[in-house]
């Protein structure tokens, strides 16, 4: 059973930073690729970036990209989300996911499992 717990998330003001951590387990997880998505109140879960665990290959929305950066830790079985210069749209709530596969999807429909969620508030 794959079991995805998100924190870091919080209240931060225009300009600032937040980590946001991604702990998994029950699975191994060089096969996965693993993901960040955002809801924001009335809209929809939409994808903000993705990495190849084995490899460690990166793909970013254009709406943050060169602002924030996922990585992972293997040896923590641990997925991040540095998250710069954020803005007040950045306000929602976090989510990682993963699926078996090499390709990085972004749609929420090809991700197989999920966190519960982090919120990310940015002030103005």
């Known amino acids: 059973q794959v079991r995805l717990v998100e924190s870091g998330g919080g209240l931060v003001q225009a300009g600032g930073s937040l980590r946001l951590s991604c702990a998994a387990s029950?699975?191994?997880?060089?096969?996965?690729?693993m993901g960040w998505f955002r809801q924001a109140p009335g809209k929809e879960r939409e994808f903000v970036a993705a990495?190849?665990?084995?490899?460690?290959?990166?793909y970013y929305a254009d709406s943050v990209k060169g602002r924030f950066t996922i990585s992972r830790d293997s040896a923590k079985n641990t997925m991040y989300l540095q998250t710069n210069s954020l803005k007040p749209d950045d306000t929602a709530i976090y989510y990682c996911?993963?699926?078996?596969?090499?390709?990085?999807?972004?749609?929420?429909?090809?991700?197989?499992?999920w966190g519960q969620g982090t919120q990310v508030t940015v002030s103005s």
């Open positions: 996911a993963a699926q078996i596969g090499a390709t990085m999807p972004t749609s929420r429909w090809a991700y197989d499992y």
């Open positions: 029950g699975r191994t997880f060089s096969r996965y690729v």
């Open positions: 990495i190849s665990w084995s490899v460690g290959t990166t």
